[in-house]
């Protein structure tokens, strides 16, 4: 029964997770007229705030000091907090440009490029149907660029940096809480001195569009902690397959966002381009799904033939002797 409701929390807090992510396109405009840079740089000074705090609260600072005594994982952290301001940079900038469409893109194809890298840098074997889902992608980008006019490289620019952020934070393994405050603390004095820059030249937005707009823009540690402290508690919870089926929540929502409520364009050669990938990622996530259920039935079945195997009888103790008849 525990178990049970340990799943459903699970599961709320996962949909609360990638929902939150999803519906983010709403909050970004909001801070407008600050430019991406400057949405970007309060996001990393807020979101350490938000975090030490968060950190504090549950006593979890042990990890500091075992952190600073290995240098490469910090040269790994300083790889990854650059990797991920790539990231957020460009989604905020392509959110606040019109282009929700494009940006959902790159978290649609997130999974297929980060398949892609293992196995050219990692070696790793693909099934059948991975190779099928990555070249039906493959197809997808090149029916969007054709749609485009361009490569849709907003779209790839935020897909492959996102799957480099993660294989890099597979390597550091560290905790969400952890990770993003090490991370916003290797960033914190350059986005700090850019904010200040900003405020000594008269082009910051904080301060001189009045209260709202500065908590707003102080709300920004909020938006990026919150949904990062659900998926931590949803990851502990749900099995890793319900994990993967819940990421793609956060594309659909940004999808529907910019056709439904910023009304941008999708001609017939954008339809077919996100149908390619559609169908890519099904047949990723049947494939995934069938290995997963192939995985259980063997563990269930050596547990079986383990428990049916009797059990060795027990050596005679050296120096015993039967007693005489």
Same mark, same amino acid.
């Given at each position: 029964m525990k178990a049970d409701s340990e799943q459903r929390s699970g599961l709320l807090y996962g949909i609360g997770?990638?929902?939150?992510?999803? #519906?983010?396109?709403?909050?970004w405009p909001l801070l407008e007229p600050a430019g991406a840079t400057e949405i970007l740089a309060h996001r990393m000074v807020w979101s350490l705030g938000v975090v030490a705090i968060w950190l504090l609260a549950l006593r979890r600072w042990a990890w500091t000091a075992e952190l600073i005594r290995q240098p490469r994982k910090l040269g790994l952290i300083a790889v990854a907090a650059v990797t991920i301001s790539l990231n957020w940079g460009f989604y905020i900038w392509a959110v606040n440009s019109g282009r929700v469409v494009e940006a959902s893109l790159g978290y649609f194809i997130n999974p297929l490029v980060t398949i892609a890298m293992g196995v050219l840098l990692l070696k790793e074997r693909l099934?059948?149907?991975?190779w099928t889902a990555v070249f039906i992608a493959f197809a997808a980008v090149l029916v969007l660029a054709v749609g485009y006019g361009q490569p849709p490289w907003?779209? #790839?620019v935020l897909a492959f940096s996102f799957a480099t952020y993660g294989l890099i934070k597979k390597k550091i393994n560290l905790g969400g809480l952890e990770s993003l405050a090490a991370e916003t603390a290797v960033l914190f004095l350059p986005a700090l001195g850019y904010l200040v820059w900003l405020g000594a030249s008269g082009s910051a937005t904080f301060g001189s569009e009045g209260a709202g707009q500065m908590a707003l823009l102080a709300g920004t540690g909020v938006v990026t902690a919150l949904?990062?402290?659900c998926f931590g508690a949803a990851a502990i919870r749900v099995p890793l397959s319900t994990l993967g089926l819940l990421q793609y929540l956060a594309p659909v929502f940004?999808?529907?966002?910019?056709?439904?409520?910023?009304?941008?364009a999708m001609p017939p050669e954008r339809w077919a381009g996100f149908s390619l990938v559609w169908l890519a990622l099904a047949i990723l996530t049947w494939d995934a799904l069938r290995n997963a259920r192939r995985t259980r039935a063997e563990a269930l079945r050596l547990v079986a033939a383990a428990a049916a195997t009797p059990a060795p009888?027990?050596?005679?103790?050296?120096?015993?002797h039967e007693p005489a008849t």
């Open positions: 997770a990638y929902g939150m992510w999803g #519906l983010v396109p709403l909050f099934r059948p149907a991975q907003i779209s #790839l949904p990062l402290v940004q999808f529907l966002l910019g056709v439904l409520y910023f009304h941008e009888e027990p050596a005679p103790s050296p120096g015993r």
